[in-house]
């Protein structure tokens, strides 16, 4: 036991002591607060990423709604990806009563559609003025190379990323989903087939979900092992492939895997043997660490 200070001496201490009580007391919120760097997701809002298909039944599109604010939110749909002109150079038309049928039909009552084949009109301050308060916007499926040619560069493509800023919803499947990554995956003109596009080509995502690359449709088309190819040539990146039907829930560096069926995770930071396959599955309600890369368990 420590000997216990006189009087005198505790009465000269003791407003030292206080001092030194208050700065702890003030430096102590600060170390409980103090969170780590983001590396993966937006330091506001969340993703959901879709692996193309039917969602019927699978509560994806359910979630993205009630994460927007529900029926009544904002909600922007993007249907670019189908395509911006046909072989002859014609425009392809998109209609709203078209494109937004299925989302009205769910009771929506403020959506909207934004679409040009013009990235000088995407840049314009009234083009992107839509985005000014939505919610929460959905990139359609198609090819993901169209949207990057309508939007990237432009005041349009800030205005995405704005909707995060303020803790709002990016959705999309399919095309909608790769076109989330930082690397564009099946980005070449010449088809899908190719998952790296040539350069000058399309290479780069709108990097919603920063160090990634995202593949779709892995389960119907076979595509368990094609990031592979991608991994090899950017190991630092993270892999994910998202099968039909299936979409991760991203909230700053973690997401929840939501849907009917299998997401594979492909990470050059943990070899695996040679001869086994070069990725891992998670499924619906496996939860995922990307900066510690590692699943929650």
């Known amino acids: 036991m420590f000997p216990l200070p006189n009087a005198r001496v505790a009465r000269r201490l003791a407003p030292r002591v206080l001092a030194a009580t208050a700065l ?176 000058p080509e399309h290479q780069s995502g709108f990097n919603f979900l920063k160090r990634s690359a995202i593949d779709q449709h892995i389960n119907t088309r076979n595509r368990w092992n094609d990031l592979q190819e991608i991994m090899a040539k950017f190991p630092d990146l993270l892999g994910i492939g998202l099968s039909e039907g299936t979409a991760i829930v991203v909230t700053g560096d973690q997401f929840e895997v939501i849907g009917k069926a299998d997401v594979a995770i492909h990470d050059t930071t943990h070899p695996r043997p040679a001869g086994e396959k070069q990725y891992f599955t998670l499924k619906a309600g496996d939860r995922y660490d990307m900066q510690a890369r590692k699943v929650i368990r």
């Open 24 to 199: 702890l007391c003030t430096l102590a919120p600060l170390a409980v607060t103090a969170q780590p760097k983001l590396e993966y997701g937006p330091s506001k809002g969340t993703l959901v990423i879709v692996g193309g298909g039917a969602t019927d039944s699978t509560g994806i599109v359910e979630r993205f709604i009630a994460l927007a604010g529900g029926p009544n939110a904002k909600i922007v749909v993007v249907p670019t990806a189908g395509g911006n002109r046909r072989e002859n150079g014609t425009l392809i038309p998109y209609v709203d009563s078209t494109v937004l049928k299925s989302w009205r039909a769910r009771g929506l009552t403020n959506v909207h559609m934004l679409h040009t084949p013009d990235p000088k009109m995407a840049d314009t301050k009234e083009f992107a003025a839509v985005l000014s308060d939505a919610k929460a916007v959905w990139f359609v499926g198609g090819r993901q190379w169209n949207i990057v040619d309508s939007y990237a560069n432009t005041r349009t493509y800030s205005a995405f990323h704005d909707v995060l800023a303020r803790g709002g919803v990016i959705g999309g499947s399919s095309a909608g989903a790769s076109i989330q990554g930082s690397y564009l995956v099946r980005g070449a003109i010449a088809g899908a087939q190719l998952m790296m596009a040539p350069e």
